[in-house]
């Protein structure tokens, strides 16, 4: 059962999350009926071309654990409050088609969930294309937290997860890897967080593993879950929601610094001594508004003496008399 610091991290994550890029084989087919085949042109061996028209396909009556409804994925995300990208390669040529833009749809997504037998590859462009979104990770001075959820109609998620794990070492070889318990399914390295579950229709799994089998109405649920396991920090957590009122508001800063203040900006680089201290006063006033909005969403109560309660307890399970300490400490020091 999660602890109450838990669930108010989560709840902050479920406001920060905005956007989740998904890759699954199965999400779409491409149509070949007859009255398709009438409107496209195609070559002369009948090949639908790279680009013609994909349909959905619906789960068949006895759905196996490689279907994906993709409506269901995208209205449950919807209803979270969460925008779901999803890519559907149709063959081993097109798994490498769709690499490039996935790796650059990585940087602006906040988490990625992957099948991992992706047209008969055994998991072989998944690992591609996580080796690749950790090196563009790499290459920047600060590194970002990665979510990385496998989403999989296999049933061999700890022989999955042990791959992943050594695909990670090459970029995060120096960051010790944690592994959530000794069922190898779910782990943390540095910055990246990398659990694996089961699509729902899976069978063959062990016992002790049923509860990786997830429904997609579960799918955001797990994204909130494993992005909140990376993120249990009383300053993190107050990080988050700034960051979650600077995405909503953002519209605000746009408003507070429209067009209408250039001439006002321009005046003053022609009058200064030194013109480009305007680069810095314009620094100074988004800085200024960033200030506003942060201050206006009180992220500073995530540090308060209730959410320090909780973290204590979560931390250490600390019971009431730890945390009566604690109280009596910081009021001495008040």
């Avoid at 639908?48 to 759905?63: C, E, F, I, M, Q």
């Avoid at 995208?74 to 063959?91: D, G, H, K, M, N």
């Avoid at 030194?274 to 988004?286: C, S």
Wanted: proline share 4%.
């Amino acid at each position: 059962m999660a602890t109450r610091f838990e669930l108010h991290v989560r709840r902050q994550v479920l406001e920060f999350l905005q956007t989740i890029l998904m890759i699954d084989d199965e999400a779409f087919r491409r149509d070949s009926g007859p009255e398709q085949a009438a409107d496209e042109d195609w070559a002369d061996d009948d090949t639908p071309p790279v680009g013609s028209a994909l349909k959905l396909v619906a789960p068949g009556a006895s759905a196996e654990g490689d279907e994906l409804d993709v409506q269901a994925v995208s209205r449950s995300f919807a209803e979270a409050a969460l925008s779901c990208a999803i890519l559907s390669p149709q063959s081993a040529e097109e798994n490498e088609d769709f690499r490039p833009a996935f790796v650059r749809t990585a940087k602006r997504a906040d988490a990625l969930i992957l099948d991992w037998n992706l047209n008969g590859d055994n998991g072989a462009m998944a690992e591609k294309l996580i080796r690749a979104v950790l090196r563009e990770d790499t290459k920047s001075p600060r590194r970002r937290l990665r979510l990385v959820t496998v989403y999989t109609g296999e049933p061999d998620l700890r022989q999955i997860t042990d791959r992943i794990a050594n695909a990670t070492s090459e970029s995060l070889g120096e960051d010790e890897l944690k592994w959530d318990d000794d069922r190898h399914v779910a782990f943390s390295r540095g910055p990246v967080r990398v659990a694996v579950f089961a699509k729902e229709h899976v069978q063959s799994i062990p016992a002790e593993l049923a509860d990786r089998r997830r429904a997609i109405s579960a799918l955001p649920t797990v994204v909130v879950e494993e992005f909140g396991r990376h993120s249990l920090g009383l300053v993190t957590t107050a990080s988050l929601s700034a960051l979650a009122g600077i995405r909503n508001d953002a519209h605000r800063l746009l408003a507070a610094l429209g067009p209408e203040i250039d001439g006002a900006v321009l005046g003053q680089r022609v009058s200064l001594a030194h013109p480009e201290d305007v680069e810095r006063q314009v620094e100074g006033l988004i800085a200024s508004e960033l200030a506003a909005i942060v201050q206006d969403h009180e992220v500073g109560s995530h540090v308060g003496l209730p959410r320090v309660r909780e973290w204590l307890k979560h931390k250490s399970g600390i019971g009431s008399r730890g945390v009566s300490t604690f109280e009596s400490m910081t009021a001495e020091l008040r």
